[in-house]
Nanobody
Framework: QVQLVESGGGLVQPGGSLKLSCAASGSIFSINVMGWYRQAPGKQRELVAGITSGGITNYADSVKGRFTISRDNAKNTVYLQMNSLKPEDTAVYYC????????????????WGRGTLVTVSS
């Protein structure tokens, strides 16, 4: 079984920075895409950023130029560096992996972490 554990959320003032981390644990041979989603109160969960095992990234338009996603494949960890934070970035941030190989012939799909709260407020 694969588990994702996020950390790094908290309260920050507008214009500030935070760095989120998400570590995958369990039986892991390889992970395909790792990503960050967020869900603000009363809104649907949305993709923030994703990164492939080869380092190809994509971002939501709302965070381009402010957020940077990266990963350490050796540690099965993905990071989200968030700069120039705005109040509208306030949300629960969830880590996701789309496909993880757990043994020679088995995979797990759409694994989610429990989320970490980011609050941007003065």
């Amino acid at each position: 079984q694969v588990q994702l554990v996020e950390s790094g959320g908290g309260l920050v003032q507008p214009g500030g920075s935070l760095k989120l981390s998400c570590a995958a644990s369990g039986s892991i041979f390889s992970i395909n895409v790792m990503g960050w989603y967020r869900q603000a109160p009363g809104k649907q969960r949305e993709l923030v950023a994703g990164i492939t095992s080869g380092g190809i990234t994509n971002y939501a338009d709302s965070v381009k130029g402010r957020f940077t996603i990266s990963r350490d494949n050796a540690k099965n960890t993905v990071y989200l560096q968030m700069n120039s934070l705005k109040p509208e970035d306030t949300a629960v941030y969830y880590c996701n992996v789309d496909r993880v190989q757990t043994s020679m012939h088995s995979w797990a799909f759409e694994v989610w972490g429990r989320g970490t709260l980011v609050t941007v407020s003065s």
